[in-house]
């Protein structure tokens, strides 16, 4: 299986910065790779797909990046519906696993 | 517009059974395939396993082969997961997903808790 190691867990940030959560790969994924968004209470979304393809309709201050085994998502000038927990997935090989999350805060 | 419908919370008796759906709407499940992900009370996501509702074709996950199994309906554009043996630790959200490699579009989950 392919592990999924995300970092940091949690993150504490102010409106306006812009804030980096990187997510490590136990062997190449090829780019096959995909960012989530939840907030509390709600189904997760899909904001970035093949490491960098911004999903229909998310806004164009996330970006994903990284190739290999490293990949990272960035948010820029941070909003307030940005605080939520984000996970990486893997959509290589099933089984499709998650990294464990990383729980962004406002400072 | 894509759709993806759960109904309830379900609540089951340690032993017993339950069975999932979700209707989806807005898209022909034929062309797709259907995940079912779990996340524990405070905990991340989980990947349960997925289903092609063109052949029927599925995969689990190693943890979840005796314990859950996946279906789908094509008439009525439906699928279906059974989570069998329940047991307190199954306790979590259920989601629906939709997507091929990725979950381009989720249900909004089921509470299932196990209690006697």
């Known amino acids: 299986d392919i592990q999924m190691t995300q970092s940091p867990a949690s993150l504490s940030a102010s409106l306006g910065e812009t804030v980096t959560i990187e997510c490590l790969a136990s062997?190449?994924?090829?780019?096959?790779l995909a960012w989530y968004q939840q907030k509390p209470g709600k189904s997760p979304q899909l904001l970035i797909y093949d490491a960098s393809s911004l999903h229909t309709g998310v806004p164009s201050r996330f970006s994903g990046s990284g190739s290999g085994t490293q990949y990272s998502l960035k948010i820029n000038s941070l909003q307030p519906e940005d605080f939520a927990s984000y996970y990486c997935q893997n959509g290589l090989s099933a089984p499709l696993t998650f990294g464990s999350g990383t729980k962004l805060e406002i400072k | 517009e894509v759709q993806l419908q759960q109904y309830g919370a379900e609540l089951g008796k340690p032993g017993t059974s339950v069975k999932l759906s979700c209707k989806v709407s807005?898209?022909?499940?034929?062309?797709?395939?259907m995940h079912w992900v779990n996340q524990r009370p405070g905990k991340g996501l989980e990947w349960i396993g997925r289903?092609?509702?063109?052949?029927?074709?599925?995969i689990y996950a190693e943890k979840f082969k005796s314990k859950a199994t996946l279906t789908a309906d094509t008439s009525s554009n439906t699928a279906y997961m059974q989570l069998s043996q329940l047991k307190s630790d199954d306790t979590a959200i259920y989601f629906c997903a939709m997507g091929r490699y990725y979950f381009d579009y989720w249900g909004q989950g089921v509470m299932v808790t196990v209690s006697s």
């Open positions: 062997e190449d994924i090829y780019d096959i």
């Open positions: 807005g898209y022909n499940i034929r062309s797709t395939y």
């Open positions: 289903i092609d509702p063109a052949n029927g074709n599925t």
